[in-house]
């Protein structure tokens, strides 16, 4: 299915003379002057290589045909990341290349979407926004609750973020997964 290059977005996968590319980021570039286009970084599923194309905003892409599904996420061994499909509980193992940086967000019974291409994965979608406890920042200073600052914070799987001041240790936070930004305290 050909859709225009400025449409993809980050998990999209395309087909460029046969080879199969997952879109990591992509970019639409508008001048004051001159022929708007888009920057597109993508990994070649075949061999892990990075590439970066650029093509004008409305030229043609071949989008593949991918299975786009939901699976919960089991264990980790030296095989891969194992993924369970919650309906028919079908099993797939996914290679440390298509997790990438995103493994730091993966928790047992996680459910994120996995697209494949003829049964093997190929791109992992996580959901945006996961709740975790803050195990390490600063102690709460009173009365510097409506402080626009923010400190310093660890949270259980390790990744650094800045939480509001009021935040102390072991309060459970929503953070963002595409850039481990706080988004609101736990309701939980």
Not at 78 to 105: C, L, R
Not at 154 to 182: C, F, M, Q, W
């Amino acid at each position: 299915m050909k859709v225009i290059a400025s449409s993809l977005r980050k998990g999209n996968v395309v087909d460029i003379d046969g080879r199969l590319y997952v879109v990591l980021n992509a970019t639409n570039f508008h001048p004051g002057k001159g022929t708007p286009t888009t920057s597109v970084d993508m990994r070649r599923i075949s061999d892990g290589v990075k590439v970066t194309d650029r093509w004008k905003t409305t030229e043609q892409v071949e989008k593949a045909n991918v299975d786009d599904r939901d699976y919960d996420f089991l264990y980790e061994d030296a095989e891969g990341y194992h993924f369970m499909e919650p309906n028919t509980y079908d099993q797939v193992a996914v290679s440390p290349d298509v997790i990438g940086d995103d493994k730091v967000w993966l928790a047992d019974g996680m459910r994120v979407s996995l697209k494949t291409h003829e049964g093997i994965a190929i791109s992992i979608e996580l959901p945006q926004k996961v709740t975790l406890e803050v195990v390490e920042t600063e102690p709460v200073t009173k009365g510097q609750t409506a402080s626009s600052s923010y400190k310093p914070a660890v949270l259980s799987n390790g990744v650094k973020t800045t939480v509001p001041p009021h935040i102390g240790v072991g309060t459970r936070v929503v953070v963002s997964t595409e850039d481990a930004s706080y988004q609101e305290r736990a309701k939980d």
